[in-house]
């Protein structure tokens, strides 16, 4: 390897190269800088230099890296001729000392060469890379920056064994300066845009008005602050003058002679200008400076910096007319005021002090012996006592005193007053003072003395304390309420009277009432000096200054000890019992409501249970209602010993009982529990002098097994009970939330099938049968269906299996069996006598109700012949009595129907259904049709059944047919009446006369 001393090289791109390298090494400087000087980006520079140093070394590529943002690593930003794999490989390769030969470079800042890249250690990492892209050397020099440490590295990678020769390091060293001076060009040109972008921020952001003008006033230049005085932009300012703008041609003209003679001058002008603003219309006040400059051409302007002074000019106008409002104010000051010369023995006042007496202008100056004349005469000689005093030196006169108005009527003054001018001997020469109409002052202090005398014998109990709840001052019945005397409480902290009843909280919230609205209303229990507790209810409201400052706290009460002690009986009486005294329903909800609040927040069981008394009926019956009171006395009084005390036992009325069991680990805990519960329930009771003996039947449900609200749980539970009950009493039946929900969804789904059936979203879709023979029609089956609005059609094996065993199973039953026979009668009407079958369920024939609704279905179509109705019965559902079955298909063969057994083959009794039911037709069930042709035993199935039907005399038809192949096997066992996919899928009734008539028939013999 070969290295080139490591002195950072200058910008400077010099000429020391082979002269025969000189000429291109000039064209592309030139074309470098020619790219530079118009702006071109780095990267298309960059790619000029390589491929200009391509050109110069046969076989060989050129690239050029930069250092990335961190400073650790390279980045490609003109990638050599090398395969897309090899560029992204290194492309973000770090810097480092033997990183190959670019991230060495960059570290040392030094040139590598590297002429063997397989063998050198440098290139370890990068080895198979190399020999897969096909490197056999690589150059690098470090490109320099503007403090000499490199930005970057430029390489030259060969593909051949290639020895640096004078003239390949001189061509490096050349890209490498080159790129030096394009980088440090990228990189000024950069800072300049930037520090341009920042000049026109500030100036745009300048709080006030920067704008600079030609010899003509035109605008150069103009921030924001002056494109928004005149409501345009600074674009728009380019190349006007303020007459584009401004409409006032005095403003106009003083500004041009301002920029005219501060060019010709060179001379700054400072200068209190105003202008209109365009906007508004409003005059703007101007603080500015103007002063002469040179344009980027060295041509003069006018540079103008101003700042807006409006709103200071304003402020300055708005002090000046405060302070003559001021003048005003004192010339008419609400307070009398009066001024005595004691030396011309003359007093004069303002107006005020004539109104406030109500005295005519003539009293603004008066002798001193009219002024004491309108002092009341029951207080003048302690006023000129008062006055006296003051102008001997001892102090400020002070009086409050009545004097009389211009009527006679006495009205309070308060008259205050001091000497302010006296003889160099102490002798006085002025006195000025003021009076104040206090009458409603001291119309209040009778009124404090009024309210002291309620406040001392009120009913209530009343407490004044200061801001921190000392108290100042109480009244009587304060005193005899808490049975503290006024001298014992005074000073105290109101916390003496606490009881313990309310929690910290409580007070934190009174107190942040009072805090935040100033008052307080509730209930609260205090303990009085001898330890008991009374109950008081009142309101505590804060008293504030004029300056809004809570200064104390009132507080009224009224002892309500009486009130709450018969609440609480009443509120006794209200959630417990009478005859047991435990909680009744209310209370139990209650409780309830906390335990399932404890349970979830614990993490544990609860057991609610509902208890029925088994035999209490008899006992009532036979020893009467006092021997039946007395035994519920008895069974409550155990249950209550049987349950803990955080645990609940209620009466919910009669001889039933619920209890709430908190705090159970796991299930298994119940059966314990309510064994020694009943165990002790059944022992003996003697009443009246008889023993007596009962048990009882509880239902459990756990929460939160079972997540269900209070009256949902106890509604579980008492669905247990009866399950207990049912099983004969003394016992417990644990309620089971997950066939609760089952039965719950099959509840909802019933009635979506009800209301499905009001609203008319049932239809029967009729699939023909034929005559495999010939293809005639031969008869329809009747299929119901559910046009369901959220799920489309839906087969009857999704819901019918939900209806069975309902009262919906025949209410649905019934609605196919009109639906049907109305069809068949529109069918005949129409001319197409063909018979319609139509399925029948199990219970639906069984009902007592069938044969009659048949037959009045059949009477109110009185031209239909009843052999075009057939009834379809599966020969797989569990029928029952088979006798009584055959009694009722004989009822409806005797109203002239016909029967087929469906699904023949799938069931259990399928030769004695043949045997003993008058059917007419046998149906194969398709599951055996359609894999006779594959399996050899539903084949033999399907040929036994066509057996059974020719030894019965029956008529046979095959369903699910899907093919030709499976229509011509059949016919070729000897069954040929088929219906199926094969023959036509069923459609509704109002397509069927078109395809009746499609298929070339309609009568069916």
Not at 174 to 200: D, E, P
Not at 237 to 263: K, M, P, W
Request: aromatic share 6%; proline share 5%.
């Amino acid at each position: 390897m070969n290295t080139k001393p490591c002195i950072p090289p200058g910008p400077e791109v010099q000429n020391t190269v082979p002269a025969q390298q000189e000429p291109h090494h000039l064209r592309l400087r030139g074309e470098a800088l020619e790219r530079l000087a118009r702006g071109a980006p780095l990267e298309e520079v960059l790619q000029v230099i390589a491929r200009g140093i391509d050109a110069q070394i046969p076989g060989a590529t050129c690239g050029v890296m930069l250092l990335s943002t961190d400073g650790r690593h390279l980045r490609t930003i003109v990638p050599p001729r090398l395969p897309d794999f090899y560029n992204l490989a290194v492309d973000g390769l770090a810097i480092g000392d033997g990183v190959a030969s670019c991230g060495t470079a960059a570290h040392r800042g030094c040139r590598v060469l590297i002429d063997d890249v397989a063998s050198h250690p440098y290139w370890t990492a990068y080895r198979d890379l190399a020999q897969q892209a096909g490197i056999i050397a690589c150059w690098s020099d470090p490109i320099p920056g503007p403090n000499g440490r490199p930005v970057g590295t430029f390489a030259i990678y060969h593909k051949q064994p290639t020895h640096a020769e004078e003239c390949h390091l001189d061509a490096l060293d050349f890209g490498a300066r080159l790129a030096s001076v394009a980088i440090l060009h990228h990189l000024q040109a950069s800072a300049l845009r930037n520090s341009q972008a920042l000049l026109r921020t500030v100036i745009d952001e300048f709080p006030g008005i920067i704008a600079l003008k030609d010899v003509q006033g035109r605008f150069v230049l103009g921030n924001r602050g002056a494109a928004e005085l005149y409501a345009t932009t600074p674009e728009e300012l380019l190349g006007q003058d303020d007459s584009a703008f401004n409409a006032n041609v005095e403003q106009l003209a003083a500004f041009r002679a301002d920029v005219q003679e501060i060019i010709s001058s060179g001379q700054t002008l400072r200068a209190t200008e105003t202008s209109t603003d365009a906007r508004t219309g409003q005059i703007r006040h101007l603080q500015s400076i103007k002063k002469p400059v040179q344009g980027a051409h060295g041509e003069p302007l006018a540079l103008i910096i101003a700042t807006d002074t409006t709103d200071l000019e304003e402020t300055r106008s708005s002090l000046a007319r405060s302070r003559k409002h001021l003048d005003h104010v004192f010339a008419a000051i609400g307070e009398g005021v009066w001024d005595w010369d004691l030396v011309g023995d003359r007093i004069t006042h303002n107006r005020r002090w004539c109104e406030m007496l109500e005295l005519s202008e003539a009293y603004l100056s008066h002798g001193a012996i009219e002024f004491f004349a309108l002092i009341h005469p029951d207080d003048r000689a302690r006023v000129q006592e008062d006055i006296e005093r003051c102008l001997g030196g001892e102090g400020p006169y002070h009086s409050e005193h009545r004097m009389l108005c211009g009527e006679g009527r006495p009205i309070w003054v308060r008259d205050r007053g001091d000497v302010i001018e006296r003889a160099s001997d102490g002798r006085p020469l002025r006195l000025m003072g003021s009076i104040a109409d206090i009458s409603i002052e001291m119309d209040a202090q009778q009124y404090l003395r009024l309210t002291a005398s309620v406040f001392r014998h009120a009913h209530e109990a009343i407490v004044i304390t200061d801001i921190d709840a000392h108290i100042l001052d109480v009244n009587d019945t304060f005193c005899s309420n808490s049975g503290y005397t006024r001298e014992e409480i005074i000073g105290q902290h109101t916390r003496l009277l606490r009881s313990g009843e309310q929690n910290d909280a409580f007070y934190a919230s009174m107190w942040a009432s009072l805090h935040r609205e100033g008052v307080w209303h509730g209930e609260l229990w205090n303990r009085k000096k001898n330890g008991e507790l009374y109950a008081q209810l009142g309101n505590i409201s804060a008293v504030r200054n004029e300056a809004g400052e809570t200064t104390h706290y009132v507080g009224l009460f009224s002892d309500i000890t009486a009130l709450k002690e018969s609440q609480r009986h009443l509120e006794h009486l209200a959630y417990h019992d009478a005859l047991t005294q435990l909680p009744n329903r209310s209370l139990l909800a209650d409780r309830l409501q906390m335990a399932l609040a404890q349970a979830t927040r614990e993490f544990t069981l609860t057991a609610v249970a509902y208890l029925d008394l088994d035999g209490f009926k008899p006992v009532n019956d036979t020893l009467g209602h006092d021997a039946g009171d007395l035994l519920l006395i008895e069974i409550a009084r155990r249950l209550q010993a049987s349950v803990r005390a955080s645990d609940t036992v209620a009466r919910l009325g009669g001889d039933e009982f619920a209890l709430i069991y908190n705090g159970l680990e796991h299930s298994g805990e119940c059966d314990q529990v309510f064994e020694r519960l009943l165990a002790r329930l059944t022992e003996p009771i003697l009443l009246h002098g008889r023993e007596i003996q009962v048990s009882a039947s509880i239902g459990i449900t756990l929460f939160p097994e079972d997540r269900s609200d209070p009256d949902t749980l106890l509604r579980h539970a008492d669905q247990a009970m009866y399950r207990a009950k049912q099983a004969g009493g003394n016992c417990f039946h644990l309620f089971d939330p997950a066939q609760e929900r089952r039965l719950r969804v099959h509840r909802e789904a019933l009635t979506r099938i009800e209301n499905g059936l009001a609203a008319r979203q049932f239809t029967l879709h009729y699939q023909p049968k034929v005559d495999a023979r010939d293809d005639r029609l031969v008869g329809l089956e009747a299929l119901l269906r559910w046009q369901d609005p959220e799920r489309g059609l839906v087969l009857p094996a999704t819901f019918l299996p939900l209806t069975l065993g309902t009262p919906v199973e025949v209410e649905l039953g019934n609605w196919v069996l009109e639906t049907a026979i109305d069809r068949v009668a529109a069918l005949h009407a129409a001319g197409h006598s063909i018979p319609v079958s139509i399925n029948v369920s199990p219970q639906h024939l069984a009902d007592p109700g069938f044969v009659p609704t048949l037959s009045h279905l059949l009477k109110s179509h009185p031209h239909l012949p009843p052999g075009l109705v057939e009834l379809e019965i599966l020969e797989s559902s569990t029928l029952g009595d088979i006798g009584s079955l055959a009694g009722i298909m004989g009822a409806c063969r005797a109203l002239g129907v016909s029967f087929a057994l469906d699904d023949f083959g799938t069931g259990y009794a399928s030769l004695t259904y043949l045997r003993r039911l008058p059917v007419h037709t046998i149906k194969i069930d398709q599951s055996f049709i359609q894999d006779m042709l594959e399996d050899t035993d539903d084949l033999a199935i399907v040929q036994s059944v066509i057996g059974l039907a020719a030894a019965f005399g029956r008529q046979v038809i095959a369903e699910g047919v899907e093919t030709l192949a499976h229509r011509d096997a059949l016919l070729a066992l000897g069954c040929h009446l088929v219906q199926g996919y094969g023959i036509a899928r069923p459609m509704p009734g109002d397509a069927l006369e078109d395809w009746i008539r499609s298929h070339g028939g309609g009568t069916a013999s």
